[in-house]
């Protein structure tokens, strides 16, 4: 499978615990991103990487949430002392950069959140 | 901040008919993104608009793109069952140098034999 991956698929965990979410991108692809998205809702930009330099962050990433991608291929993002409404599918997509017809967005399966 | 709406939200069809998604956004881009979620699932993309004009067929689906009125349509010609699914456009600002996207809300389609 060339596809984005994510792993955990799902996860349910307890409020104040620390969750770690994979993301592998495409091989090929240097840039790589985190969306939110709750339900009946459309996905909400996170942060992205560009190789390993993460260039943008949302106000929505509170202090809680930090992301990595140590070598510029996998990303973790990690949620500290998780709160109910951390709730939601935490989505990675991965791209090529630049403005050229080839860098479309392609997205992982996700791995949902449940926060008891 | 770029806003992206799209309507309706809800859309219940029956098999056969025709029927326009509409997504509209408040600031300037000229790459549009199109994609399907079925329940519980991640997004798979349907069509890439680049540029003014741009129209993009895939079976039953035509997308459209008219970045002067800030607009894309989605149509759908003679629906069928297996088109059921929540429809999302994605807007790429032209301010960024790649795919940071915008979502709209979604439209969710059901389509009734």
């Known amino acids: 499978d060339t596809g984005v991956s994510q792993d955990p698929r799902h996860k349910i965990t307890k409020r104040g615990q620390n969750v770690t979410f994979r993301c592998d991108p495409i091989s090929e692809h240097n840039r790589l991103y985190w969306y939110r998205q709750t339900l009946g809702q459309g996905p909400e930009f996170l942060t992205y990487f560009q190789n390993e330099a993460q260039l943008e962050k949302s106000r929505l990433l509170s202090d809680r949430f930090s992301a990595e991608r140590p070598k510029g291929s996998f990303s973790t993002l990690e949620i500290q002392r998780t709160e109910q409404g951390d709730s939601a599918m935490y989505l990675c997509?991965?791209?090529?950069?630049?403005?050229?017809?080839?860098?479309?967005?392609?997205f992982g399966q996700g791995t949902r959140l449940t926060v008891v | 901040e770029l806003k992206v709406e799209q309507n309706p939200l809800f859309l219940s069809m029956q098999e056969g008919k025709n029927y326009t998604i509409y997504c509209n956004y408040s600031t300037t881009s000229d790459r549009l993104y199109w994609y399907r979620q079925d329940p519980g699932k991640s997004l798979e993309s349907l069509f890439v608009?680049?540029?003014?004009?741009a129209v993009k067929q895939e079976g039953r689906l035509m997308a459209s793109l008219d970045t002067k009125a800030r607009l894309s349509t989605l149509h759908i010609t003679a629906a069928v069952h297996d088109l059921s699914a929540t429809y999302f456009c994605a807007v790429d600002p032209a301010s960024t140098s790649g795919s940071r996207l915008t979502f709209g809300e979604g439209t969710q389609l059901t389509v009734n034999p």
């Open positions: 608009l680049l540029s003014n004009g």
């Open positions: 997509a991965s791209s090529l950069a630049g403005r050229r017809a080839n860098t479309e967005a392609f």
